[in-house]
């Protein structure tokens, strides 16, 4: 098991190296205080804009209009509503420049159009003030929390489905939007299959479960479908409508969903949006752990540092020679006396705290982590390659930075001090 990835630091100097080689060839980036807007762009240009909107990899801005800068202006096109045909014509290269140029405002920078330099330093300056992943690319969740429309609503987006214009469809949309209802379900009469998906929903929130969307069951929908807006990058109003669902599809697109534009269980998850808020054996939320369950968890962790495994990943945690950082952290947590089932696999236990309303994605910062919670490494909990590695918080610096301990780092128990959250490719934390 990996204790390390390709470091962001390191990512955000390629990105600025790629772009700098860009701008060198093209003279593309104006100084600050510029703002005249270029009438036209060239290849170059349409793939920086492309690329700093999140539709184009930086390392396909090479000037060279081929399969995978047509696909990505196809992409856009689709988002804007416009003629897909991969090629940058005056209506797309409008809409293309009008866009940046919202980020550009957004983040006080010139607003001219082209994506540059200065307007992905300003963005990334935007997500760290945020508390977002910065990486100077205005995605999804940075257009989200910038209030910029990602998505424009479409003529021909609800599919055949009836417009969410009274309240018993509104609810439809939700649940449907949610996975609770088939879209076919909604129709603007309350049966018993919206009933059974209402209920079911308030399960999911552990609220009375009378099968009725009054009003405490309508907000926890607006809460949850806000939670997807925000990660999808639509509008965040908490209503489901056909704008939604087309963002969630692009979502469902970049990262290797089955599209079907439902924030269900596996959206959600990727979302990092804890779907069931209580435990459902007994209704009841799981009760955080006290300091005195931290203090053991810190302790008996601390015990084992220096444990070392005795062949290629057999070690005394489990019974199985197989990656343990897993193993080691839910063991120490069992130990400790948190009912926390075994887990081998990292994501696992990240979707067990989720289940639990344990779970804290990165997006939502780190101000309340605290001695004893688990740190997950990676960029989503969906398997082995993006969920790769767990520690336990051992201290927290007066600094917000982390002093860590965990299993299988160099074959052994180990240390890692002053870890950056915000600077370090960890996708969440979960609290016993």
């Known amino acids: 098991m990996r204790e390390s990835r390709f470091p962001r630091a390191g990512a955000r100097h390629l990105l600025f190296g790629l772009l700098a080689l860009v701008i060198a060839a093209t003279g593309a980036v104006a100084a600050p205080g510029q703002s005249e807007a270029a009438p036209s762009l060239s290849v170059r240009e349409v793939q920086q804009d492309l690329a700093g909107l999140g539709y184009l990899p930086w390392e396909g801005v090479d000037g060279v209009d081929g399969p995978q800068t047509s696909g990505a202006i196809s992409k856009f096109q689709s988002a804007q509503c416009l003629d897909v045909d991969g090629i940058a014509g005056p209506n797309t290269t409008t ?56 998505r424009k609503g479409c003529s021909d987006d609800v599919q055949g489905l009836p417009y969410p214009s009274s309240y018993t469809q509104q609810v439809q949309w939700n649940l449907a939007g949610m996975g609770y209802l088939p879209w076919s379900g909604i129709d ?69 969903l089955a599209v079907d534009g439902m924030a269900g269980p596996n959206t959600m998850s990727e979302m990092g949006i804890a779907r069931v808020m209580c435990d459902q054996s007994s209704g009841d939320p799981v009760p955080p752990a006290d300091g005195s369950t931290r203090d ?32 080691f952290g839910t063991w120490v947590w069992q130990n400790a006396g948190v009912d926390v089932p075994t887990y081998w696999f990292t994501g696992d236990w990240y979707r067990w705290g989720l289940n639990n309303g344990h779970s804290v994605p990165a997006s939502a910062g780190f101000s309340g982590i605290k001695p004893g919670d688990a740190v997950f490494w990676g960029s989503s909990p969906s398997n082995t390659s993006t969920s790769y590695h767990v520690d336990l918080v051992e201290s927290v610096n007066a600094d917000g930075t982390l002093n860590l301990i965990g299993g299988n780092v ?23």
């Not at 552990?206 to 990660?231: F, L, Y």
């Not at 810190?298 to 343990?324: F, L, M, P």
């Open 95 to 150: 809409a293309l420049m009008d866009k940046v140029e919202e980020v550009q405002r957004a983040v006080n920078t010139s607003a001219d159009g082209i994506y540059g330099l200065w307007t992905v330093q300003g963005v990334e300056r935007y997500q760290r003030e945020h508390n977002l992943t910065y990486d100077g690319i205005a995605g999804p969740q940075t257009m989200s929390s910038m209030g910029i429309e990602r």
């Open 188 to 256: 603007g009469v309350v049966g018993p299959q919206t009933r059974s998906a209402t209920l079911e929903f308030q399960r999911d929130a552990c609220i009375s479960t009378d099968a009725i969307a009054g009003p405490e069951t309508s907000d926890h929908m607006s809460e949850q479908v806000t939670k997807v807006q925000r990660a999808a990058g639509s509008g965040a109003d908490g209503a489901y409508g056909p704008n939604t669902r087309a963002a969630v599809e692009d979502y469902q697109r970049d990262h290797g």
């Open 296 to 327: 053991r968890i810190v302790s008996i962790a601390a015990g084992e540092h220096g444990y070392r495994e005795y062949n290629t990943n057999c070690q005394k945690y489990g019974d199985w020679c197989a990656a343990w950082c897993a193993r």
């Open 410 to 432: 160099s074959d052994s128990v180990s240390r890692k001090y002053n870890v950056d959250p915000y600077a370090a490719d960890i996708y969440g934390y979960t609290r016993p």
